[in-house]
């Protein structure tokens, strides 16, 4: 068995937002370690990268290389496409009223992650073990890890972001609260014949919302909420009846649809983990938060997470403070427990409202809706909000 020096912080899964972090905590001068975890299939989802989590990039050094892969997102379109007795007005949201070039930029999940995995693997000061997690001895001054090879790292501070299913946070013993949904999240990627124009559709249903996202050429991605019966019926269709179905819903704005490979059915559930920190441990991403992929709040919140991790680690690193200590983790755990929570609940009582068939939610929806389409200075907080600016 190797028995390998001490590391400040060891970051543990190889996710965007653990890339994130392992890099921007060894761009920083921090001794860092990345065990990277099993090996990942395909994952043909993406990811909207709300603006603020590019300027995240900008910071940790990577985005320019990330940036050809990308899509712009200049506008964002709501439309109601219920049935309903109160339907709301369409409204358009334009990164230019805030004075952006766009709101964010839509990659595939596998570009983003294998662009940042080659970005790390350039990193000298950043230590890769290709290798699972097996179990965490605790100890007060630090904590011992044994890897699938045989090989056991020490560390002040592990970074957990291995995702829904962590080891790290069952082994702090961190509960999650659970929520889940009568939805299912069905995606895909189809090319188009019209331009989207760097715009994002998103179709208010009484299932869920069905959302077009911009991919480089004439291409979208689509997430389609539906119920779990009706999920299992896309999944079955034939290439050609998936497409024309898909371009139905569409309301056919992006033209004749042709199907790329890669559908995939996730059901919705929202989660948060009990505690964000336990003993040497921070969870971020996943391993703390799982969120409906509605209004492309879970990876962006995710890397606000390896921000600010990454700011008070390197910040008392430098000061010769403990990495892994009471202080770092109380802090890292007030600063983000009211912007989780705060997604999650305006996540909620989004789906909630277009689930609902009570003719007052509906009401509420949709003067919600026509006050954001009137009236500029609310519509104008509501989009730096959305982008994970504070409210000016």
């Known amino acids: 068995m190797a028995h390998d020096d001490m590391h400040e912080v060891i970051v543990v899964g190889a996710g965007p937002a653990g890339l994130a972090a392992a890099l921007g905590l060894a761009a920083r001068g921090v001794p860092t370690a990345l065990v990277t975890g099993p090996d990942r299939g395909a994952d043909h989802r993406t990811t909207a990268l709300l603006e603020g989590s590019v300027r995240i990039l900008e910071d940790f050094g990577v985005w320019a290389g990330l940036s050809d892969r990308a899509a712009p997102l200049r506008d964002m379109r709501i439309a109601d496409a219920t049935h309903r007795l109160v339907r709301a007005p369409e409204v358009t949201f334009r990164s230019s009223e805030i004075g952006l070039e766009a709101f964010g930029y839509n990659i595939e999940n596998d570009a983003l992650r294998n662009g940042l995995l080659a970005v790390a693997m350039q990193q000298p000061a950043l230590r890769i073990v290709r290798a699972a997690l097996e179990r965490i001895d605790f100890a007060p001054d630090a904590l011992t890890l044994h890897l699938s090879d045989d090989t056991t790292l020490r560390t002040r501070l592990v970074a957990a972001a291995d995702g829904r299913h962590s080891t790290v946070r069952a082994a702090a013993g961190i509960r999650m609260r659970t929520r889940a949904y009568p939805q299912v999240a069905f995606t895909a990627t189809v090319q188009h014949s019209r331009p ?92 703390a938060h799982i969120m409906p992929p509605i209004g492309a709040q879970g990876l962006n919140l995710g890397l606000r997470d390896a921000s600010v991790l990454v700011d008070l680690v390197a910040n008392a690193y430098a000061a010769g403070r403990d990495v892994g200590g009471e202080e770092v983790l109380s802090r890292y755990a007030a600063s983000r427990q009211r912007d989780i929570s705060g997604r999650m609940r305006a996540v909620d009582l989004l789906n909630r409202s277009l689930l609902s068939d009570l003719v007052p939610i509906q009401s509420v929806r949709g003067f919600g809706l026509y006050l954001l389409d009137r009236i500029g200075p609310l519509r104008r907080k509501l989009m730096r909000l959305g982008i994970g600016e504070k409210a000016a």
């Open 196 to 287: 989207h124009e760097d715009t994002s559709t998103e179709f208010h249903t009484e299932t869920g919302p069905f959302t077009l996202v911009p991919l480089p050429g004439d291409r979208s991605s689509v997430v389609c909420v539906v119920s779990e019966r009706e999920a299992v019926r896309l999944l079955g269709l034939d290439d050609g009846a998936l497409a024309r179905e898909l371009e139905a819903r569409a309301s056919s704005v992006l033209g004749r649809f042709e199907m790329e490979g890669g559908r995939g059915a996730f059901p919705l559930a929202a989660e948060t983990a009990e505690q964000l920190v336990g003993p040497r441990i921070a969870l971020l991403s996943e391993a």
